[in-house]
């Protein structure tokens, strides 16, 4: 039984070494090209550099105009994902501590959110943001990144949040706590793990999405990474190098932020709120 056992535990984590260099590869195969010139990028695209080449990332910096787009990219993917996380758990907060009449309907209306295509929504969504006369402002994207995003975010933390035992809430109002005492002092903290878990959902989404920002910013000084690196790559299609370059520097700022919430998204999945 312990061999039988040994040896499943050993398969699944050779798939599971296999299923990471899988992903891993592309990310250090594109961070290995990033310092090679275009003639030896040409020649070996899959060997260690013979000179590493840092003026590619000085390119990319200057050619791309990376410095605004990532000042813009870090004020819409911050401002988003606060205000998006923060309203989500309020709203799970009510659904899932708070019994009314209209509870399961409105779980049920933003849920729905889930279903929705985002993409087929763009066109509408331009003709909306075209009449109420937001497109190309600094804050444009904001309004399409929150409202898309909600319906997971409220899902997910009142999934969490309903697990909670009454009893905490029933102590903390004896001893006099309003709604958002409780709410400030007692879930958000219980919830780290669920927070951790949305709040990463929701800055991947914002620093990578693509089409809304393409749909409803055309103005060079409110672009944001995704947009103004498509742009670089169509101009300088043979300076792969530099390609590269920006690329990796646009990546780190997820790996870096994926990696302060990894463990708080370990904790979420493997422990429970509360233990008896």
Known sequence: MSLKRNLKETIIYIVLIIYAIVNVYPIIWMGINSFKSEQEFTVNQFGFP???????????????????????????????TFITVFLGALVAYFLSRFEFKLNKWLYTFFTFGLLLPIHATLVPMFILMKNLDLLNRPYTLLFPYIAFHLPITIFILTSFMKSFPKSIEESAMMDGCGIFRRFWSIILPMSRPALATVIILNFIYNWNEFSFALVLINNPEYQTLPLGLASFAGQFTTNYGAQMAGLTMSIIPIIIFYLIFEKNIVKGMTAGAVKD
């Not at 787009?69 to 401002?79: P, R």
Request: no cysteine.
């Open 50 to 80: 013979n000179e590493f080449v840092l003026e590619n990332y000085e390119n990319a910096w200057e050619i791309a105009n990376l410095g605004v787009l990532f000042k813009n990219s870090i004020f819409i993917t911050l401002t988003a």
